[in-house]
């Protein structure tokens, strides 16, 4: 073993100045020896002492921690001679004994105030101190001491020159912190055991005394070393002359007195070890003799046996022997014997260290274990020296280790035979430290120690290891060296990682030296038991290749193996291509066998044949699991590095790596389920287990009736399947249904029939590792509650063991308490910040579940928290479902506008309008404005429904939106199906909404109430009957070319209207007598007009009033007047007359309605005589001659008064170029004289207004109620609509004044005014009256513009189209109109004069 070399992980720590200046101070002196060593335990410190000096530093780090320098009397500075450890009441200190000119004292220094706070005067030179109790007084941990012991506080053993050993009380209690090394108190020494111990201490305290029992009298030789061993309770007294004490500490009475085999040589250290489960209740002591104090060069181990009678555990925990039987030496070794080989012949050798290492197995926490008596499961003694040699300047330093329990199983030799090397012995083992002296050189090193929790083995290379992996050999640990001056770190290897690390520095040119290397790895127990007995001759040189590939994989040398094929990949060698394929095929056939080994040992955990998993079948698990693991790298590096690999090699090599993966995934998990002892299964069940396990028919009752449930309840509507489980299974794909239908009783569903299905599952690639471990957590999450012991350690134990995200745990515990209905805690879950974001299938499978469950309120608040994102019609579907069930329909339809396009519009729309009818919010819906799409969609849904309420709620939504026409049309039809339907709840509900319609019927014309019930009749129309005809010729046709160029602008025309005005007033002045004399004599009441606003102003049209004041006609008053608005005369003349103005409210509409005076009679002196040279000014259209001719004429003129501007198709307003233009010359003179009589009119109507007040209100269409002007006082009379020419009156279509939009009349009248051919002046007497009754009607309806505009304005892109009346003349030619109206002219001229 002389091989094994220690090695620095770190340089010189050096002690900080302060420190080091300290420790020189005193150097000069005979007795200023430098003395330090670390503290023993867990404690990381360590101390240095020089003189009265005294350094306390850090053990890792060097760094000082305490000092204090030490005064004597009598201006003498004591020395510090010996320092042992004391821990007391979570107070760490050191029991330092100084020795003085006069004697020594002990002193107790606390490590936390850097001071003395105990110090007691002792008799002669002190040499060791020892702790024997720290704790306070009679109690349970020191019940094992002798009872005069138990009454003191705390208890040290202090030795002297003169083998004088006394026990101290420390007296803890007394601690005042003020005493020091100065003022030490007195110690009064019992040579017997007295009687009253507690009244003598109480005593001693009062007057400041220590109380001391005396354990051995002064003998002579002195004594070199104390040590207190607790399992046996005996105080170990070792004398300079070899002789060695062992005494009781619970009878005060020495069992034992000898001399070491050495000699006279002084007993310079001791340790103690105990082996493993030793029937005998044997147990060891080593005494270490040397002579270095002298400097000598002899240092020898002894191993002394202790056998005891009995072995028993206190209360306390503690493991004791007692009644000591026998002490025997039964091995010892002599350094200086020629062990260590040597360049020189030895000068000196010092000790350094002795310590002991033990490792105890932890109980599983069950009563028998826990009283059972344990024993170390390994221990190690080690020791460290330092040999001087003559001729060499630097000493060589050593560390030894000895294993106990392997020293039994080599049959307990008595010492190391001279036949057998270092390297063959199995259980002693040596490194050399010269790398650490040759950095700490040539600084001396003081103490060594070994760090307990470092000591580790290698890795086994199969199972059972063979003989060579347990020899100390094999150790790997850390170590610190402390010197004067620092401290240094190091490491020492095993011989096995020894050759490992060799493995790695040949890397590819170990080609060259595979016998020597195979050789080594076999020495170092590296390779297989089963070539232990195999000559390395008889084997070819590719075999023991392959035993070299197979150690490094065991061990997890991989560096090796890598460091190979990236070279060789790297060498455009032949030999290099040939390694590779050799390397490949072996890491693949290796993995085969792997497999194979797997399968035979998980053979019996499925198949019942065994009831528990022993430890042989785990560390078999663990081993094939690590070689899957290091096979499975050493194929992703031939991934990486293969260059020139065709396509199909390439993918052979990556289905062999994904194979390998997988297998080794697969025995991990096993090798979880058998440490959790859910593995074996196949137990009896009848059998009571405390343990879990996996109940399959509790689980699959549970989920089928779960799955039965939610067929119920979801009634065609939702999707049963909606249980998160089946929807995790269902993304694992097909393979997972067809390996869960393999075994007997399988559905394919969860659960599966076996955990043997459950764990195949990661057997399959297809199938992500997350998903896979999903599945077996929410299964544990079953096997877990469906226990008796219920516990969530295996949920944890299985996350850390394969570094699941905590997330994606609390993910799967929220679905699997959706699944057991619990919601609130699930959504808790699922909402927390920690928690995996699901993914969008899971989004809509938690709402699915929770809606076919009923819980409603709980899907929406899913919805609000999380969000889910929405990528297709059917999820938006989802949503507005989800809203509208928590009667949402604001955010449905909110959600409908941001998801909708143009290819999903329609089929979103009817999905909400039935959802919507399907929980009764369709009145809550109608409440929402509608785009002109969205409310076509609802028409079509609601007409396709055979549903009657659907077909009302239609009904309601037409008069919602003033559609009144095609609501009476639906009313009606529904009052046809009703005569065939005799359920009398139909009739009441028919009742009651006939009683609306009508009211609403009575706004509209009976005209417009006749065709909607007229439509609503079924119709047969009959099959066309094509004929050929000829074309006919007309009578008489009188063609008038038009004059395209003749177009006037408004500017001309204002401008002909005022020249005109002016010659009207001229010819007036002259004739204002005959005037006078022939009008009532009445006098009306002036007329002012106030100008509108700009934007109010519209352009000038034929027919424009002209003001008349005081009798005389200006005209810049009549520029004023016609340039007006006419809406803002009639306004003005409405509030004059003092007219009843009320408003009619209307579905999304306000309009004024004005109630119309009963038609009176008028006296004939009082109408104006016609004027031959006035002519009409409303619109002209063809008319007949006759009497048919002038009622049509007389309802044309009628009709035109009741418009303010007449309208042509379209609505638009008629322009110049559809009017008479026969009228255009004579506007002035006309206007002139109707204002007065149209005026007088007006107030005789609004006379009668009061009368009507209370009177229903009714609208008329504009021709059933008409008046005939009659001569001399006849009165006017209403004409009917039999009155009118039939073809006529089939032709106008009437629609409802007050919906009429006055938007485009604005707009039209800026166009470009074109002007026809003027007629013969003839017509202008006959026009004169209409023109009158024009302007009058024209001022009515046009009441309130501004009301008017408001509405039109907040309507906006859904008010109904203007309303507008069209006039379809007869067939008649304009000439034919011309000539009759002509002829009536001059008839009427006739009569007037």
């Known amino acids: 073993m002389q091989d094994l070399q220690a090695e620095v992980t770190s340089g010189l720590l050096q002690f900080p100045d302060v420190t080091l200046q300290a420790l ?8 200023s020896v430098l003395c330090g060593k670390f503290c023993g335990g867990r404690n990381t410190l360590a101390w240095l002492a020089r003189g009265p000096q005294l350094e306390v530093v850090n053990s890792v780090t060097g760094e000082h921690l305490s000092e204090y320098r030490f005064s004597g009397g009598d201006q003498v500075l004591p020395t510090v001679r010996a320092v042992k450890e004391f821990s007391w009441q979570k107070r760490t200190g050191l029991l330092v004994g100084l020795e003085e000119a006069e004697g020594s004292v002990l002193c107790l220094y606390d490590l936390g105030v850097s001071r003395v706070v105990k110090a007691v005067v002792l008799p002669g030179r002190v040499t060791a101190i020892e702790a024997i109790s720290c704790y306070t007084g009679p109690c349970v941990s020191t019940q094992h001491l002798h009872q005069s012991l138990r009454w003191l506080f705390g208890v040290a053993a202090v030795a002297t020159d003169d083998g004088h050993v006394l026990l101290v009380d420390l007296c803890l209690d007394g601690l005042s912190g003020s005493q020091s090394e100065v003022e030490a108190s007195d110690l009064e020494v019992f040579f017997s055991i007295p009687a009253e111990v507690p009244e003598r201490r109480a005593t001693g305290t009062r007057e400041g005394r220590h109380l001391s029992f005396q354990l051995q009298a002064p003998s002579g030789p002195a004594v070199s070393t104390l040590c207190y061993i607790r399992r046996t309770n005996q105080l170990v007294v070792g004398f300079s002359d070899g002789y060695l004490s062992l005494w009781n500490m619970k009878t005060l009475k020495r069992e034992h007195h000898a001399q070491l085999v050495g000699g006279r040589i002084p007993v310079y250290a001791v340790t103690f070890q105990e082996p493993e489960n030793d029937p005998r209740n044997c147990c060891y002591l080593w005494a270490v003799q040397s002579a270095q104090e002298s ?21 306390s925990g503690q493991v004791l022997y007692e009644g000591l039987e026998s002490c025997n030496e039964c091995y010892s070794l002599d350094l200086t014997g020629g062990i260590v080989p040597l360049r020189g012949q030895i000068r000196n050798t010092k000790l350094l260290s002795c310590q002991t290492i033990e490792k105890f197995c932890h109980h599983d926490g069950s009563e028998e274990s826990v009283n059972e008596v344990i024993s170390p499961e390994t221990s190690v003694s080690v020791f460290s020296w330092q040999v001087n040699t003559y001729g060499q300047g630097t000493p060589s330093t050593f560390l030894c280790v000895f294993d106990i329990n392997r020293w039994y199983h080599a049959q307990m030799p008595d010492s190391l035979r001279a036949e057998e090397f270092l390297h063959d012995c199995p259980y002693f083992a040596l490194w050399s430290l010269d790398a650490v002296t040759s950095v700490t050189s040539p600084t001396l090193i003081l103490d060594v120690v070994v760090q307990e929790r470092s000591r580790s083995r290698g890795v086994p290379p199969s199972h059972p290891p063979p003989e060579e992996f347990f020899h100390p050999g094999t150790y790997s640990f850390d170590g610190t060296c402390l010197l004067s001056s620092g401290v240094v770190h190091m490491t020492c290897t095993g011989f096995q990682k020894e050759t490992l690390k060799l493995l790695k520095k040949s890397g590819p040119s170990i080609i060259k030296a595979i016998p020597e290397t195979y050789n080594r790895c076999l020495v170092a127990g590296l390779l297989s ?19 070299i590939l197979s150690a490094a994989v065991r061990t997890g040398c991989l560096a090796f193996l890598t460091g190979c094929i990236k070279h060789w990949a790297s060498e455009e060698q032949p030999s290099s291509a040939a390694n590779l394929r050799f390397v490949l095929a072996w890491t693949w056939n290796k993995v085969i066998c792997t497999k194979d080994e797997l399968d035979q040992t998980c053979a019996p955990l499925f198949d019942g044949s065994c009831n528990f998993v022993d430890p042989q079948t785990l560390r078999s698990l663990q081993q094939c699991q690590l070689l899957l693991t290091n096979l499975g ?6 991934l990486t590095e293969a260059r020139e690999l065709t396509e199909q090699g390439f993918a052979n090599l990556r289905k062999k790596q994904v194979v390998t993966s997988l297998v080794s995934l697969y025995v991990q998990v096993v090798t979880w389920f058998c440490r959790s002892s859910l593995l074996p299964e196949g137990l009896d069940d009848d059998m009571p287990l405390a343990r879990p396990f996996y109940n399959y028919p509790l689980l699959q009752s549970y989920y089928t009736g779960h799955r039965q449930q939610l067929g119920r309840l979801s009634r065609g509507k939702w999707d049963s399947h909606c249980l998160m489980i089946d929807g995790m299974v269902s993304q694992l794909g097909e393979q997972a249904e067809k390996l869960w239908r393999r075994d007997e009783g399988g559905t394919g569903k969860y659960p599966p029939a076996s955990l043997h299905a459950l764990l195949d599952l990661y057997l399959l690639d297809s199938i992500e590792e997350s998903d896979k471990h999903a599945i077996t957590i929410y299964l544990l999450l079953d096997i877990m509650h469906s226990s008796p012991n219920r516990t969530d350690a295996s949920i944890d134990s299985f996350r850390t063991a394969f570094a699941i995200p905590w997330g994606l745990v609390k993910l799967i515990q929220g679905f699997w308490l959706l699944d057991h209905k619990d919601y609130e805690n699930s959504l808790a879950l699922l909402f927390h910040s920690a928690t995996m974001r699901p993914v969008s299938w899971q989004h809509w499978r938690v709402l699915e579940c929770l809606m076919c469950q009923g819980e409603h309120r709980q899907a929406l608040r899913y919805i609000q928290m999380m969000k889910p994102p929405m990528s297709s019609s059917s999820e938006v579907r989802f949503s507005l479902r989800v809203l509208l069930s928590n009667r949402c329909v604001v955010e449905a339809w909110d959600l409908l506008h941001r998801h909708s396009t143009e290819l999903n519009m329609e089929e979103l729309l009817k999905h909400l309008y039935e959802i919507c009818q399907e929980v009764g919010l369709m009145e809550d819906l109608l409440k929402l404005p509608f785009t002109v799409t969205e409310q076509e969609h609802l028409e079509k849904f609601l007409q396709t429904d055979a549903d009657v309420q659907s077909h009302e709620l239609l009904l309601a939504h037409r008069l919602q939106r003033a559609s009144y026409n095609p609501a009476l049309q639906l009313n009606q039809s529904l009052q046809v199906r009703l005569m065939n339907d005799r359920d009398p709840r139909l009739r009441e509900r028919a009742v009651a909404r006939n009683s609306p319609l009508d009211r609403c019927g009575k706004i509209l014309p009976r005209v417009q109430r006749k065709l909607a019930g007229e439509r609503a009749k079924p119709c047969h129309v009959p099959s066309p009957v094509i004929r050929e005809v000829s074309r006919p010729t007309p009578l008489l046709t009188v063609t008038n070319k038009a004059n395209a160029a003749n177009v006037h602008t408004r500017a001309t025309f204002i401008s002909k209207v005022l020249s005109k005005i002016e010659e009207v007033c001229i010819g007036k002045k002259q004739k204002a007598h005959v005037s006078q004399r022939d009008s009532p004599g009445a006098t009306e009441p002036a007329v002012r007009a106030h100008r509108l606003p700009d934007a109010e102003l519209p352009d000038a049209v034929v027919g424009t009033p002209v003001a008349k004041l005081g009798g005389r006609w200006h005209t810049r008053e009549g520029t004023q007047n016609l340039l007006a608005d006419t809406e803002s005369l009639s306004t003005r003349e409405d509030t004059q007359s003092g007219e009843k103005v009320e408003l009619l409210d209307t579905p999304r509409r306000r309009a004024r309605r004005i109630p119309h005076a009963r038609p009176h009679k008028r006296d004939t002196g009082e109408q104006t005589p016609a004027q031959p040279n006035e002519e009409p000014t409303t619109p002209r ?56 009589r149209t005026r007088s009119r007006k107030a005789a109507v609004h006379q009668k207004l009061s009368a009507e007040e209370n009177e229903s209100f009714l609208f008329s269409p504009p021709l059933t109620k008409q008046t005939k002007k009659f001569e001399a006082g006849k009165a006017d009379h209403p004409v009917q609509l039999t009155d009118l020419d039939p073809d006529l009156s089939s032709q106008i279509v009437f629609s409802l004044p007050l919906l009429r939009s006055r938007r485009k009349n604005l707009s039209s009248i800026s166009q470009t005014l074109k002007e026809p051919e003027l007629p013969a002046k003839e017509e202008e007497e006959d026009t004169k009256s209409v023109g009158k009754q024009k302007l009058e009607r024209g001022r009515t309806a046009k009441s309130n513009p501004k009301k008017a505009s408001k509405t039109t304005r907040k309507e906006g892109p859904r008010s109904p ?28 001229a006739e009569r007037t004069l």
Do not use: Y
């Not at 181990?301 to 056998?307: G, K």
């Open 633 to 638: 790298r050493v194929l992703d590096c031939f």
């Open 24 to 31: 020189g101070e005193d150097g000069k002196g005979p007795d």
């Open 295 to 315: 400097g000598g060069d002899i240092v020898s181990f002894h191993l002394l046996q202790l056998a005891f009678g009995d072995r028993k555990r206190l209360a």
């Open 529 to 547: 038991p089963r070539l232990s007995d195999v000559p390395p001759s008889s084997l070819s040189q590719e075999e023991q290749f392959e035993a």
């Open 1181 to 1236: 259209a063809a008319v007949r001659t006759g009497r048919r001719g002038r009622k049509r004429r007389s309802i044309l003129e009628e009709s035109a008064g009741e418009e303010a501007f007449s309208q042509g198709p379209g609505g638009s307003p008629l322009l110049l170029e559809d009017i008479n233009p026969a009228g255009r010359e004579e506007t002035s003179r006309t206007l002139r004289e109707r204002t007065p």
């Open 1361 to 1388: 189209p203007p309303v507008e009346i069209k006039f379809i003349s007869p067939f008649a030619s304009p000439v034919d109109g011309t000539k009759s109206k002509q002829k009536e002219t001059a008839g009427a």
